[in-house]
């Protein structure tokens, strides 16, 4: 292992909490190494004097203020998600509406890039399509013959 590997394991070392593989690599590496083994003397103090260390006496008053300031904290987030629920109360139609409106814009935007001047549409456009010419010189049995005879028949009589 490397030091830098070894320096980050050392707390877990000292608590007893690696695995026996990794703390035998790791009392190897410190024999060798003076680096790591002051790293991990440094560490070591630290922990005693944590431990031996008297606590400190939080002063009057203070789980009032930490608590006022807490709930203070709490209010100002929930005042803000207020003020958003006002402003979008009911966000997925809003927001549905506006990826509709997004969506038409966008493919008209696209639409006039791809075909400018109309340039998908026949020279004659929508009355060509509509008109029943389109049916004229079908094949003979086709669906197109049978239902374009259905309407000359039918305009005939």
């Known amino acids: 292992m490397k030091c ?10 000292i608590d007893k909490e690696l695995k026996q593989k990794d703390a035998k690599l790791i009392r190897e590496h410190l024999n060798k190494c003076t680096g790591c083994a002051e790293e991990l003397r ?5 922990w005693d004097f944590v431990e031996t260390a008297e606590g400190i006496e939080p002063s009057p008053y203070f789980w009032t203020k930490l608590s006022a ?8 987030r929930a005042e803000r998600w ?12 809003i927001f549905a509406a506006a990826a509709l409106v997004l ?16 340039s998908y549409m026949n020279t004659n456009g929508t009355a060509e399509a509509l008109a029943l010419n389109t049916f004229d010189d079908l094949p003979s049995g086709s669906l197109g013959e049978a239902y374009y005879s259905l309407l000359t028949e039918g305009g005939e009589q």
């Open 82 to 93: 207020s003020f958003v629920k006002r402003l979008f109360p009911k966000p997925i139609p």
């Open 42 to 46: 440094a560490i070591s103090s630290a």
């Open 103 to 118: 969506g038409v814009l966008l493919g008209n935007f696209v639409g006039r890039m791809l075909y400018p001047n109309g």
């Open 69 to 76: 300031r807490i709930d203070e904290q709490t209010t100002q």
């Open 4 to 13: 830098e590997e070894i320096q980050r394991k050392l707390s877990a070392f």
